[in-house]
């Protein structure tokens, strides 16, 4: 059975590795960091749902098996620098500890996405002017260590505010996609936040509220009815300051009126844009993006994981906005055809 | 290697058997009907995002390729009735025109969902009382057939609107969660009817866009820049008679006020519920259900395929609101863990 290599070792790495070991295939997993786990671990994220279980403790679990698994072997501190040959018999270039170049028949790209850099915004937010407007991963970093303070003075926040679609649906910075997992994440941090400081008001200003499926009832309707988060459908045009606090000024799209508001603490649930490993991957290897630079899937809907080179398959955030389900679906899919393509005959050339 | 059974011929299916298969395993697929393909094929769904293909082509390349797979033996107008054994070693007991008692290693699940029946809603929508009012599936197979008319006098309708959330986010009836697709199907819908009926106006009234991803730069934005597609935030309360047309009452939401539009084809956006199938699948298969009568995923995030039953998977809507491409990215997943499943000894019992 030939080879699979897997390019990054998140929560779809993870997934797409365990996959194709467990089919019986040699596995390389190639990470550019020092360690397994991704943007969650890396970001330091809290919990995760609908368990609320620690971040840290269910991906540690993937990772333990990963790492103990005898037909996987983990190269990290590594990058892909090259590919040659066609599906059924690759040869990729590996630079790090052990550079090398590696035979295998498939390669799966879990290579994810990088938080939008709220610097980059076009509305006025302020992320590097104030100390106390944050982005949904310093908020996780915080609730993860039980220490949600204002970076200003140290002190609890006792009004907080998140501001939905900070680098999504946007045209002007040229990110039209929603990214999909925000409003489910900010509302899962304004429910943290309301449990470690039941005197914090938390508000979250949205566009549309995109809970799908069973979000909903797992987290939307508890942040209103049991945490009282307040959910206020409005605009939000600058974040200024204000004494030692910050005024957030929009408008009330359901009032129909402006909004000028004080908080302590303003968090920017920023969204996706694909990881700079995501970007060269698809350099290195060949395979074509969007126009946001995410890998493209080759034949959507029915086929979620094929891109557009035979024998290379992508999985979770690399082709796009993605929550954990779909990183993990995604990457069980590829792993699985990854293994089947690997054991393909190469293609005669030359 | 064992065999694998699946239970249920849609798109989760198919990815299922095809993935099990491609990886070596004989596979079984069992569907009650009299053809594979699922709900898009029953119901005459129209076209599918993002490229806009015909449903029935796009499913059938998939449904042709699992007919001619030699690993796979299609079942057609059967049932699975009963199940012994255990991982590795199940025995299933299947009723049709070719009853047998079938073993097997493992089994996936994708017995998928039915349309909520809009004469079990508890707003007053009048889907059994007035023939313009249709549903999602309705006015697919109008499209399908090029022929969107009023079922009242065959003239084509120059008013239509869509009533979102019909059966879903709603309490009442006991479906709190949101059915993930709806904002994007009547999207797609009310683009497709605004291509035939160039003279139709179509309105949207809704509590949130959900068009999560790629669908708000592929559907929601073309849907309102170039189709001119009206979205209105509102609730709608009642559709009356009026005439030979149809008064839709509610309030618009963001202006804050009631609104009353004259219609002359009403299309309710009706949620997902559990099919009969996967309610007795669950039941005969011994596998746990959430409060909605979905099969449960054993273990969220990380884990979308498990069931409560070592052996049993499930993919697609058989667990909870899915769009299509959760269903192939589950149904290949599970299918690849059915393979592995299927190679394991039997548990020794008794």
Known sequence: MGRVVVI?????????????????????????????????????????????????????????????HPRIEVLTGSRVTALRGEVGSFQLQVEGPKS????????????????FDPGRETQMYGYYEFPDVLALQ??????????????????????????????????????????????????????????????????????DMRMYGYWESQIYWPAQEKHHVQYVKGIVSEVLPKGDQLLVRGEDTTLGRPMELTMDMVVLSVGMEPSPGTREMARVLGIAQNKYGFIEAADPPLDTVST????????????????????????????????VAAASQPVVTG
Chains 1, 2 share one sequence.
Request: hydrophobic share 40%; proline share 5%.
């Open 8 to 68: 990054g070792g998140g929560p779809a790495g993870l997934a797409a590795a365990t996959s194709a070991a467990e089919l019986g295939a040699d596995v390389v997993l190639v990470e550019q960091e020092s360690f397994l786990g991704g943007t969650p671990i890396r970001e330091h994220y809290a919990s995760i749902t609908p368990k609320m279980e620690s971040a840290e403790e269910a991906i540690g679990r993937r990772v333990a098996a990963v790492e103990a």
């Open 100 to 115: 090398q170049e590696l035979r295998c028949g498939a390669v799966v790209v879990a290579t994810g996405f990088q938080h």
């Open 138 to 207: 310093d908020l996780e970093a915080m609730l993860k260590a039980g220490q949600v303070v204002r970076p200003s003075n140290g002190q609890p926040p006792r009004r907080l505010c998140f501001i939905q679609c900070v680098g999504s649906r946007d045209r002007r910075i040229g990110n039209e996609y929603c990214s999909k997992v925000c409003c489910g994440v900010a509302s899962k941090e304004a429910i943290e936040v309301r449990e470690q400081l039941p005197d914090c008001e938390v508000f979250i200003f949205y566009i």
């Open 308 to 339: 557009s080179r035979p024998g290379i398959f992508a999985a979770g955030a690399a082709l796009g906005p993605a929550d954990l389900e779909d990183s993990v679906s995604t990457g069980a899919a590829a792993g699985s055809r990854a293994v």
